[in-house]
């Protein structure tokens, strides 16, 4: 590849730190030679401080579990989009 990769964005913030992992065993300097972004914001990206994209997790749950709950008991449900706050919370990954 004559074109090296200067970033990585990994769907979840556990594949983000298995990848750092990984090129550090082969010498990859992070965020020097590529950087990482993570997604979620779990406690892993804060432990191994991984630049991720905060998503409101808790807040999701609860709006799909009431929902879901009307759907069960046969009320309305308002099918129109939601929109919930991300941010990008940058650490030393990037």
Do not use: N
């Not at 010498?27 to 432990?47: C, K, T």
């Not at 749950?61 to 309305?76: K, V």
């Amino acid at each position: 590849m004559s074109d090296k990769p200067t970033a990585l964005f990994a769907g979840s913030d556990q594949v983000a730190a298995g990848f750092i992992l990984e090129a550090r065993r082969h010498g990859i300097r992070i965020p020097e030679d590529i950087a990482v972004v993570g997604f979620d914001d779990q406690p892993i990206a804060e432990l191994m401080d991984i630049t991720t994209v905060y998503q409101p997790i808790r807040e999701m749950g609860e709006h799909a579990s009431e929902m879901l709950f009307r759907l069960i008991e046969g009320l309305p449900v308002d099918q129109s989009a939601v929109e919930m706050p991300h941010r990008l919370v940058v650490r030393s990954t990037t």
